[in-house]
C-alpha cells in the first residue's frame, strides 16, 4: 500500500514568493496534518485537517495556509516566503480526527534565498 | 511550546547491544504518546504509541515504558542494529483531556548511533 505522498520533493524561491506544497494521505485516511521541521528541531504543528474542515491551527502566521479536497488530499500555501520559512514540510495522514497514528510523509525541503 | 523533552542528545551503542532513549513530559494531561525514527533527509517513521492506561507496550524489537507518576517515557530497542542508527523523537498528544485536535508535540530527538 502506498504512504503518504508528498510533491515536490525540493523547492528553491526568492523571498516574497508564494509557494504549495501538496500532500496526498494514506488511502483511507480522512485527517491531514502539516508540520515545519527546522534543522535539528523537531517539527512543529502547522495545521490539522479533518473532512474538508480545520480541525486545528499551530502558532503561525497568517501567510500560511491550507485547505483539503474532496479526495482528502490537501495543499499548504505559504505566501511572501521569508528565509526563516526555509525547512522541512511534512505532512501526516491518520484515519480520525485524533492524534492517534499519524504517519508521515518523506516531506518537501523548501529553501528560501 | 513544547511539553516533551529528551535527557540526551546523542546515543551510542554497539551493535547487537540494547539501546534506551529516554524521554520527559510536562503536562500530566497527556493522555497519547508516539515514538518515531527519523532517517537523513527522510520523513518521521512510526515506530510505536502507547496510551496513558497502559505502562508498556511491546513491537518488533522495540518497548515501550511509561511512568505516569514521574512523567517520563522511555523506548527500549533490543539486539541494536546499524539500521537502526537515526534520530528518535517522542511525541506527546493532547495537552487537554478530551481534546479530540490531532496536534503532536515533539522534543529535539536523540540522535543514536550503531557502531559494528
Known amino acids: 500500500d502506498a504512504g503518504v505522498t508528498q510533491s515536490p520533493t525540493h523547492l528553491i524561491k526568492t523571498r516574497g514568493q508564494h509557494v504549495t506544497l501538496r500532500c496526498s494521505p494514506i488511502s483511507g485516511h480522512k485527517s491531514v496534518s502539516w508540520y515545519q521541521q527546522v534543522l535539528g528541531q523537531g517539527p512543529q504543528f502547522i495545521f490539522q485537517y479533518y473532512e474538508k474542515e480545520e480541525r486545528g491551527r499551530g502558532n503561525f502566521p497568517d501567510r500560511f495556509s491550507a485547505r483539503q479536497f474532496p479526495n482528502y488530499s490537501s495543499e499548504l500555501n505559504v505566501n511572501a516566503l521569508l528565509l526563516g520559512d526555509s525547512a522541512l514540510y511534512l505532512c501526516?495522514?491518520?484515519?480520525?480526527?485524533?492524534?492517534?497514528?499519524?504517519?508521515f510523509g518523506p516531506g518537501t525541503r523548501l529553501t528560501v534565498t | 511550546g513544547e511539553s516533551v523533552g529528551l535527557h540526551l542528545p546523542t546515543l551510542s551503542v554497539q551493535e547487537g547491544d540494547n539501546s534506551i532513549i529516554n524521554c520527559a513530559y510536562s503536562n500530566s494531561a497527556s493522555d497519547y504518546f508516539i515514538w518515531y525514527k527519523q532517517e537523513s533527509g527522510k520523513g518521521p517513521q512510526f515506530i510505536i504509541d502507547?496510551?496513558?492506561?497502559?505502562d508498556k507496550r511491546q513491537g518488533q524489537r522495540v518497548t515501550v515504558l511509561l511512568n505516569k507518576t514521574v512523567k517520563h517515557l522511555s523506548l527500549q530497542i533490543a539486539a541494536t542494529q546499524p539500521g537502526d542508527s537515526a534520530v528518535y523523537f517522542c511525541a506527546d498528544a493532547g495537552i487537554d483531556r478530551g481534546s479530540t485536535l490531532g496536534r503532536l508535540y515533539f522534543g529535539r530527538g536523540t540522535q543514536l548511533t550503531v557502531w559494528p
Open positions: 502507547i496510551r496513558s492506561n497502559m
Open positions: 501526516a495522514s491518520s484515519f480520525s480526527q485524533g492524534p492517534y497514528e499519524q504517519y
